[in-house]
Every structure is written in C-alpha cells, then in structure tokens.
C-alpha cells in the first residue's frame, strides 16, 4: 500500500476549552480512515520522541534495570510473546510513576491527550450525544479507563512472526514504528503500511467498532500483522500506546438518539475476542 493511499490527520493545538481536535484534508480522507481503521498521525511538536525513544532503544541492553521490571499478570511487565518474536515492557498507566522515568511518565500523559482527541473524534462522528460520551467509553473519554504504555523490540533470533495477525482489543492504538513490517489486511490480502517519518500510525480496535456499531458512524477494527523479522533487517523498535476502557469495567453501546443499544462488561467482550484469535491460529 503506497502512503498516499493511507489518510493523514493533524492535531490543532490545544485549547483549554475543547481540548486538541483532530483534522484531516477532506471528509473522503476521513471516511477513508474510518474503513481501514488506521490513519497517519503528523506527530505534535511539543511531543520529544527522540527522548522516548531513546528509553525504548536502551531496553535492547541486557544489564538495563528496566529489564527486571516484574510482570504483573499476563499483561504487564517486561515479557517475551510465546510465538511471535515481541519483547516488550508493558505498562498499565497506574504503574508509569512507579517503574518509568519521570519523562517516558509524563510522555505518556501527552500520548493520553491525544488518545482522547482520536476518541472524542470519533464520537463526534458518530452522532452520539456528548453526555454519553463518558459512559460508552469507560471513562476514557473524560481521563479515566486504562491506557498501556509499551517499548517493543523484535527478537530476531527466532523464527515466528514478527507479531501475528490479530485486531486490538481496545478503542485506539497510537504506534510510532521505526522500521517496516507492518501489514493490514485490505479486501482479504495483507498490504504493507509504509512508515511515514514524522508521522504516529493510529489504528482502530474492537472495543471501538462495538461502542459504536449502532451509531451513525461506526468506525473498522483493522486485522493487522507485523512480518517475521529478519536478523539482516533494519533493527525494528516501536513504541505503543493502547487507550482501552477500564478493564473491569462496562461498555455501552448508544444510537444518536441517546437510545442504549447493548452492552458488554470488558472481561468478557476481550475473552470473545480472545477466544476468536485462539480459533483462528
């Protein structure tokens, strides 16, 4: 897939009465990106990635503290996938004071606004009124639900996928890639997304597509994959925050009216969903 066939969206400044706003050049490239589920993001300026991503870089080294970070439950931690070649620090927003530098914490808060920016975009599309907007999403909407922060690098040593093909579980995933390898599945193929510099690649996810399936936009949840890395390949790190509703939470679906539509607790829309990509291996 060429870039120009990708949409890019731009982020206004931030203004202490609506928040950032999310643009992009047309209502097609708009449309666009609501059916791929995935966009260019130009990065903000007051945003120093260079810095975050230097903390990723340094995690490669096996005498970093950070490696010794341990893992709560299956989710968090530093953790090597079984069957794809990720490793990964992964961090619970709860948890950035406590093992993140003060930086990459308050790099994280930033990826927070943005996240909602993308969030409240949606929701704006999707006609559902604003007093619902909170509730639908969990929290997030207005500051709350969960949001993890990850530093990925790909263990060439072994042979799986680089990441297997999969949709994510929550509403936004803002990545900033450092290398190709990264495909989306387009008319049942998978096309390369070219890395686009200057640019985060956000993507849509499952809890999304479902608060929003009975509104008058409903936004796509992107299959995605990341081809197996190879040990003459540029050396592929990424950074990747995951906004996601509180994880014990409910989510609720709504129609432009107001009307409640369904609803689903995020234990078991994520075990669905869990249970599928199982199926599918």
């Known amino acids: 897939m ?71 439950g299956e989710l968090e931690g530093f953790i090597a996938l079984e ?7 992964a961090l619970r927003r709860e948890r950035w004071d406590q093992h993140y530098p003060e930086h990459i914490a308050s790099f994280g808060r930033q990826l927070d606004a943005i996240g909602i920016a993308i969030i409240c975009a949606v929701f704006r599309q999707s006609g559902i009124p604003k007093a619902l907007w909170d509730r639908a999403s969990g929290g997030y909407a207005s500051g709350g639900g969960d949001a993890f922060l990850n530093f990925v690098h790909y263990d060439t040593r072994t042979p799986d996928w680089g990441l297997r093909p999969h949709t994510d579980y929550g509403f936004v995933t803002i ?63 990424g950074i990747v925050y995951f906004a996601n509703p509180d994880l014990d939470g409910m989510l609720w679906q709504f129609n432009a009216t ?21 199926a599918n291996r």
């Open 2 to 72: 060429r870039n120009s066939q990708i949409p890019v969206a731009t982020l206004s400044d931030d203004s202490a009465s609506t928040g950032r706003q999310l643009f992009f050049a047309s209502p097609e490239a708009l449309d666009r990106a609501w059916e791929l589920g995935l966009f260019y993001l130009k990065i903000p300026d007051d945003l120093d990635l260079e810095c975050a991503r230097q903390f990723g870089r340094e995690l490669v080294a096996s005498d970093s503290p950070y490696r010794q970070v341990p893992q709560y």
């Open 83 to 89: 069957n794809n070649q990720q490793t990964k620090l």
């Open 175 to 237: 990545l900033d890639a450092s290398a190709p390898g990264l495909q989306i599945e387009v008319g049942g193929e998978f096309e390369a997304v070219p890395v686009l510099p200057g640019h985060f690649i956000i993507n849509f996810g499952e809890a999304l597509n479902f608060i929003t399936a009975h509104s008058d936009r409903a936004v796509s949840a992107v299959t995605h994959r990341v081809v197996s890395q190879q040990s003459s390949d540029p050396v592929r790190h």
């Open 258 to 278: 107001g009307e409640e539509q369904g609803s689903s607790s995020v234990d078991d829309l994520f075990a669905q969903l869990e249970g599928r990509l199982t």
